[in-house]
């Protein structure tokens, strides 16, 4: 299959402390992967550097094509990106977040109304274009986030802890516009504190002080640590870390 993302060596250093310490791996068009670890694990600033963010110290990594250090903005344009803590402007309505993140990642001019008003009625949002997004349901904030996030067709959505905060019933609707995605030849790259949601992925990478301890499907995983789920999985791996932040 085709290799959308590609990281050989991958190091991130903050004067002696390794924040991100030679990951190597490979990730595939339309797979949902799981990016998980604790806190102070090294996830963010893996995913900071993946989205052409923040320059490796050393070693190498490929999105969409482009190497990370020497094409960041084609990384960018190649890929779109949601954040539990932001995605959306809060003080536009919902219309005028989508055409100004069509605008944002690049979608022609003439095209942006079309495709405005096929988001709206997709997502059952057409009364609600003139709604403030500040006034929107969590569920539906996060809905129209992703759907934003994806609007352009990039080749990866990078999802950082999206759901936090949100019901199990709306976190399970959410995964289901995930698997849309997937299906659509999108991968998506996804951190997450919910093991339950850990689960749905195709492959999961573990990371401990800032390595990957383990990487394989969540049921290849579980059989090789012999435990039935992935909570188990994660909690033996995490005792295993050192450092706290």
């Known amino acids: 299959m085709e290799t959308v993302i590609e ?5 991130k250093s903050f004067g002696s402390f390794k924040a991100v310490d030679h990951l190597n ?3 595939a068009k339309g797979e949902i992967f799981g990016f998980l670890g604790a ?3 090294g996830k963010t600033t893996a995913m900071r550097m993946l989205c052409g963010l923040s320059k490796p110290t050393s070693g190498s990594a490929r999105v969409a094509g482009y190497d990370v250090q020497l094409n960041p903005e084609k990384v960018k344009q190649n ?3 949601m954040s539990q803590r932001f995605s959306l402007y809060d003080d536009l309505k919902v219309e005028e977040n989508i055409r100004l993140f069509a605008g944002i990642y690049g979608i022609p001019r003439p095209l942006i109304k079309t495709q405005t008003e096929a988001l709206l009625e ?3 949002f057409t009364e609600e ?3 403030m997004v500040r006034a929107l349901p969590l569920g539906w904030k996060q809905k129209l986030a992703f759907s934003v996030a994806v609007f352009h067709q990039p ?3 990078f999802l950082d802890e999206p759901t936090g905060g949100v019901d199990p019933v709306t976190r399970r609707q959410f995964w289901e516009l995930i698997y849309e995605a997937a299906a659509q030849g999108i991968t998506v790259f996804v951190t997450t504190h919910y093991m339950d949601e850990a689960e749905y992925c195709d492959r999961l990478s573990m990371m401990v002080d800032g390595r990957i301890e383990a990487l394989d499907s969540p049921q290849q995983l579980k059989e090789k640590m012999g435990v039935a789920s992935m909570d188990e999985v994660f909690r033996l791996l995490a ?3 050192k450092r706290t932040e």
């Not at 990281?7 to 190091?11: A, D, S």
């Open 122 to 124: 997709k997502l059952h």
């Open 129 to 131: 274009r003139n709604t």
């Open 25 to 27: 791996f490979k990730v």
């Open 39 to 41: 806190n102070g694990a």
């Open 79 to 81: 890929i779109g990106y």
């Open 239 to 241: 005792r295993k870390a």
């Open 7 to 11: 990281v050989q060596g991958l190091t």
């Open 155 to 157: 080749k990866v959505v």
